[in-house]
């Protein structure tokens, strides 16, 4: 569902962040990046949203090619590309079904959704959302009166109302409580599964990438290190990623 | 005696000698230019406070002479009344209309350029710095004495405050959620709409109460000096001695202005 090919990213300073980097996302399939500070994790993820544009390499969503895409295009292509962070990142005056139903903007016209308005079918939907995520009683609070958890379970509400076929979650529980943690990985396993959507989640927690991942990538220094199913990542392979370069 | 460890304004007490005798000279010349300055005023605004205690009566007099109000004059002081609501009111929509392009040019986050910047910042300054009666007599100029020039002053004079309050607000926006529906792939419009304007409007719309509240004073004082409204029928009241009259408009001033802070008040705690 999403490949990358050959990515490379160099940053106006003359960093090299990303060197000739490849990866696959099947559809259905959780697929979690390790990487130490600097790595390029980040680039990586923002590369793959064309918050910035690769230097080289390319970016196939399904069948489209977003290092080809600008402007409008670019905008269209988005609706299948969701996005978490490491912060919920809601509008915290607005309700959670607002918030939630916001992910859908894209798909509507200005006209439609004029005077901060959604269409009714879309409100259905985002219900719908909330209950996937287990918060349809929050619905008409207001989005800044969350908890932590319960904001990033409102933020993948929101990834789900895009009907997104890619979700990428940039370290989405580092600021969580453990418990509340596990909670947002076990949902992320789940939506993976039963919607079919490719998740390449950014994680520093190691423990949660054996428990949760179908797939660890390992990156260091821009590269790939490995790319290895669950079963074959040993301790070993994870630990080196994180040891100083001469090392 | 050990100086260690006592920060703060004891500090050179507690280490006696030349330091302490020195801190207690300078608090005592900070009372004596205290006491000074209090006395000078007394000076200048040439106060008699003799003079205050035998012309009591006068005062007593002027009051007993206002009383009863006069309710016989409210059909007449409704039009006034209402003129002195809608100044303000013109005011403050004037005010809100250049206040809200001119905050989006001066608040560091929004702003297209830094000469934009500095533009609209020292036009907010500028509006601010000229009170709003120096605004009026400008106006009068142009447009003539009444109502419209005083609308148009306190409007000028808002955006002093508008614009400054309104740039802070943006400032302070919360930009996560933001370039969160940004790469939803919702349109800039949309980014508008939905994140950005309920993210910033009950602030403005607070903001905007508050100073609807104070342009409605303003808008009195105005009145007083040719904008007409409550204001000039208080002046011609008292010119022609009717004091009866006065104290019914004085009446209608304080409900005025309570009802005004009031109101801005409840509707900005509903905002908050």
Redesign the interface.
């Known amino acids: 569902m999403l490949r990358v090919r050959g990515l490379s990213q160099r940053y106006p300073n003359g960093k090299l962040a990303l060197t000739d980097f490849s990866l696959t996302v099947e559809a259905g399939e959780l697929v979690v990046v390790l990487g130490g500070n600097g790595s390029g994790k980040t680039t990586l993820l923002r590369c793959v ?1 064309r ?1 910035v544009k690769p230097t080289a390499g390319e970016i196939w969503l399904g069948e489209t090619n977003l290092c080809a895409l600008e402007g409008e295009s670019l ?5 299948e ?3 978490i ?1 490491q ?1 919920a ?6 309700t959670v079904l ?1 918030n939630v139903a ?2 859908a ?3 509507h016209s ?1 006209l439609r ?4 308005g959604m269409p009714t079918s879309e409100l259905e939907s985002a219900r719908g959302h909330l209950t996937e995520v287990g918060l349809a009683d929050l619905a008409e609070q207001r989005a800044g009166t969350l908890s932590g958890g319960q904001a990033q379970r409102v ?1 993948i509400a ?1 990834a789900l109302a ?1 009907r997104p076929r890619v979700i990428l979650a940039d370290e989405p529980v580092a600021s969580l409580d453990p418990e509340a943690a596990e909670e947002i990985m076990r949902l992320l396993q789940r939506l993976a599964a039963s919607e079919r959507i490719a998740v390449l989640c950014v994680l520093h927690q190691v423990e949660l990438a054996y428990t949760y991942a179908d797939r660890v990538i390992g990156i260091r220094a821009g590269r790939l290190a490995f790319d290895l199913p669950r079963s074959d990542v040993s301790r070993e392979t994870v630990h080196r990623l994180y040891l100083p370069e001469a090392a | 005696m050990s100086l260690v460890a006592h920060p703060g304004l004891n500090a050179s007490l507690a280490t006696g000698g030349w330091g302490r005798a020195f801190t207690i000279a300078t608090r005592f010349v900070f009372v004596l230019v205290g006491i000074a300055i209090a006395v000078q005023t007394l000076i200048v605004v040439e106060a008699r406070p003799q003079d205050l205690i035998t012309g009591v009566h006068g005062m007593a007099d002027l009051i007993r002479r206002a009383m009863p109000p006069d309710f016989s004059k409210l059909p007449a002081a409704v039009w006034p009344t209402l003129q002195t609501v809608d100044i303000a009111l013109f005011g403050t929509f004037v005010g809100i209309i250049i206040a809200v392009p001119l905050a989006l040019l001066a608040a560091a986050n929004m702003t297209p350029s830094r000469y934009a910047y500095y533009a609209a910042r020292a036009i907010i300054g500028f509006t601010r710095a000229v009170p709003d009666l120096v605004w009026a007599l400008l106006f009068v100029t142009a447009v003539g004495l009444g109502p419209f020039p005083g609308g148009l002053a306190l409007g000028v004079h808002s955006v002093g405050m508008l614009g400054r309050l309104f740039a802070e607000t943006i400032e302070q926006m ?1 930009m ?2 933001i ?3 940004q ?5 800039r ?2 980014v508008f ?3 950005i ?3 910033i409007l ?1 602030a403005l719309l607070g903001i905007s109460l508050y100073r609807l509240d104070e342009n409605i004073r303003s808008s009195l004082v105005l009145g007083f000096v040719g904008a007409g409204g409550i204001g000039f029928e208080l002046l011609t009241a008292m010119n022609l001695f009717q004091y009866q009259e006065v104290s019914l408009l004085l009446i209608i001033i304080f409900v005025i202005v309570l009802g005004a802070e009031r109101l801005s008040a409840t509707l900005r705690e509903r905002l908050a």
């Open positions: 949203t918050t905008r269209r292509a988005r609706l590309l969701a996005m962070w912060h990142s809601l509008v915290g005056r607005s607002a916001s992910g903007l894209g798909r200005t959704t004029v005077l901060a933020a929101r895009q | 919360d996560a959620p370039h969160a529906l790469l939803t792939g919702a349109r419009i949309q709409s939905h994140g304007i309920p993210s009950p």
